[in-house]
């Protein structure tokens, strides 16, 4: 009887560790799409090679008025085809789709934004200026 009641038990703990493993590190809290000029995207780490990248969001958003800031959205990405894909596209307007997880983990990037595709890449044109 004891013997049961300690499985049972373990079983139990095992499940509730193993829960809040997939929520932490495996759920989806959301996702959605980021458009904007890729500012740089590197290929680095020490033990796992992750590819992260920078999106400069169009418009300026700020906290005071009279300053300037940029609005930047900070990724990762897991799959090497999309990687290859942004790679190619250095300085171009893009419009990414990623996943947001709630934590990072060391094989899938340092970001908690993971971008699984990309919808469009158009060549960069800076707004004209007024003369």
Known sequence: MKRRILLIVTLI?????????????????????KAGTMNYFVHKGYMFKT???????????TPTQGSVQSNEFRFSVA?????????????????????EYKHALPWRGVSN???DSVLSVRPFTPPSQPY
């Open 79 to 99: 799959d090497e085809k999309v990687a290859e894909k942004l790679n190619r596209s250095a300085g171009a307007f893009l419009e990414l789709h990623y996943k």
């Open 51 to 61: 590819y992260e990248g920078r999106l400069i969001q169009s418009g300026i958003r």
């Open 113 to 115: 934004f993971v971008v």
């Open 13 to 33: 703990v095992l499940l509730v560790i193993g829960g809040v493993v997939y929520y932490r590190y495996y759920f989806v809290f959301g996702d959605g799409t």
